[in-house]
T-cell receptor
Framework: QQQVKQSPQSLIVQKGGISIINCAYENTAFDYFPWYQQFPGKGPALLIAIRPDVSEKKEGRFTISFNKSAKQFSLHIMDSQPGDSATYFCAASRNNQGGKLIFGQGTELSVKP | ETGVTQTPRHLVMGMTNKKSLKCEQHLGHNAMYWYKQSAKKPLELMFVYNFKEQTENNSVPSRFSPECPNSSHLFLHLHTLQPEDSALYLC????????????FGEGSRLTVL
């Protein structure tokens, strides 16, 4: 029940295309859902986050879609660029325990020029 | 220096050695974390400190011993490790424990022979 399942494990997208990464969770006590981006040799960095009171959040080319009833959320990267090539992690945490994140397995995104 | 700094970046140790990982944050945060990142596995929360007090030990074996002397410094003392402990150890900080915006260091790559 503590798991966050992420798919796909790897993704290849052409430049200018849309990258979509999906995550699912079981624990209904989760109320904070961030996405982190990690480049090789670097630590993960927060990209965008959402709480269950909204169904969508957009920041630039990055959008989180959230489906509370299905217990699923996804990251959409519009107009994907080669510089977006990185590993993306979804995560979840419980109320007032924001930093105690449960991470998904990660998706290695490669954007081809 | 800015952000979260981890030393050493790489460490090779035998199973009978004792070594320590160091983390320092220059962000004025009050919460600090150790996460473990193994190949093909999700990031795994190990320990959480909030205002120098340990608030989470995620069933971590006693061969890993954390220390948080103040809100800016975090150590992970290692002794009698096993080869399966080889991984990237990531330190992170956040404003408070409830705040899920984690700032990660670049990690310490540990190899246990």
């Amino acid at each position: 029940q503590q798991q966050v399942k992420q798919s796909p494990q790897s993704l290849i997208v052409q430049k200018g295309g849309i990258s979509i990464i999906n995550c699912a969770y079981e624990n209904t006590a989760f109320d904070y859902f961030p996405w982190y981006q990690q480049f090789p040799g670097k630590g993960p960095a927060l990209l965008i986050a959402i709480r269950p009171d909204v169904s969508e959040k957009k920041e630039g080319r990055f959008t989180i879609s959230f489906n509370k009833s299905a217990k699923q959320f996804s990251l959409h990267i519009m107009d994907s660029q080669p510089g977006d090539s990185a590993t993306y992690f979804c995560a979840a945490s419980r109320n007032n325990q924001g930093g105690k994140l449960i991470f998904g397995q990660g998706t290695e995104l490669s954007v081809k020029p | 220096e800015t952000g979260v700094t981890q030393t050493p970046r790489h460490l090779v140790m035998g199973m009978t050695n004792k070594k320590s990982l160091k983390c320092e944050q220059h962000l004025g945060h009050n919460a600090m974390y150790w996460y473990k990142q193994s190949a093909k596995k999700p990031l795994e929360l190990m320990f959480v400190y909030n205002f120098k007090e340990q608030t989470e030990n995620n069933s971590v074996p006693s061969r890993f011993s954390p220390e948080c002397p103040n809100s800016s410094h975090l150590f992970l003392h290692l002794h009698t490790l096993q080869p399966e402990d080889s991984a990237l150890y990531l330190c992170a900080s956040s404003q408070e424990e409830w705040n899920g915006e984690l700032f990660f260091g670049e990690g310490s790559r540990l190899t246990v022979l």
